[in-house]
């Protein structure tokens, strides 16, 4: 199902003991803690792109105390993942959401991210689901119709690729920052619904629609780790106590179906 990231190759990538091989003899290291780095040098825009170490650590202690399960479980709710699912999240982070869903409902995941320490710390802690890194942006490492389902919480848009690498009758879920998420450090923001519909419109049709919002009593390090996650720059003195609102919009996609041109 993993095709090869170089440019004009896309062949499928076969698994051997230590690393992904094509037919073209483009290789891929397999890491020691199981994920596979399949980023191309034109994918990246500095030499460590995405998320800092310091991001996904904040943000898988957040997740770890279970701020954000009201999230997870909105995001269950509306997508009713079955163990028969083939799932891809793209823009993954640490991993908490997929990684969690699928050890509750037993399907295949396949999280991809550009960020190391991302699948890093995602490989380590569900080490039976396949973690890859690479630039979805520009172009997912699956083959066609490979996923019964797609996911992008706060993270990855690339409606043209979601539709190839999904199967004519999948799924695809997308979570933004509400209006009010975080809306206490960082004033109200905008509604991003429209405008999301609209960026998947030529390729999805939405079916749902459901904002998932919770709030949360955060002790300063909490507080601390929640500015580090949005890098917000850290204040000289040490963040206070606060109740915090997070809140996502969820848009449920089904993909539309192309007629092609015999
Ligand atoms: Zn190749």
Redesign the pocket.
């Known amino acids: 199902m993993l095709?090869?990231?170089?440019r004009d190759?896309?062949?499928p990538?076969q698994r051997e003991e230590r690393r992904l091989?094509?037919?073209?003899?483009?290789s891929f290291d397999i890491a020691r803690s199981g994920y596979i780095n399949l980023l191309q040098p034109q994918d990246r825009r500095s030499s460590e792109p995405g998320d800092t170490l310091a991001a996904v650590a904040a943000r898988r202690r957040l997740h770890d105390r279970g701020f954000t399960g009201p999230l997870l479980d909105a995001i269950a709710d509306l997508v009713c993942p079955t163990p028969n699912d083939v799932v891809l999240d793209a823009g993954c982070g640490d991993g908490f959401y997929l990684g969690t869903l699928a050890r509750k409902a037993g399907f295949s995941a396949h999280g991809v991210d550009i960020a190391v320490p991302a699948i890093e710390a995602a490989a380590r802690r569900y080490p039976e689901l396949e973690w890859i890194v690479a630039n979805a942006d520009r172009f997912v490492p699956y083959a066609d119709h490979s996923f019964s389902m797609a996911i992008s919480i706060t993270a990855r848009m690339n409606p043209a690729e979601f539709r190839r690498v999904l199967r004519e009758d999948g799924r695809l879920l997308i979570a933004v920052p509400s209006a009010d998420d975080l809306s206490e450090l960082r004033g109200s923001g905008h509604d991003r619904t429209a405008r999301t519909v609209e960026t998947f419109a030529a390729e999805f049709a939405l079916v749902d629609q459901r904002r998932a919002t919770t709030m949360a009593d955060l002790d300063s390090a909490a507080v601390q780790d929640v500015l580090l996650s949005i890098y917000r720059p850290m204040q000289s003195r040490p963040a206070e106590a606060m109740r915090l609102t997070f809140s996502l919009d969820l848009l449920l996609f089904r993909p539309r179906l192309l007629f092609r041109p015999r």
Not at 21 to 26: K, L, P, Q, Y
């Open positions: 095709v090869c990231p170089v190759c896309h062949r990538l091989v094509c037919e073209r003899g483009h």
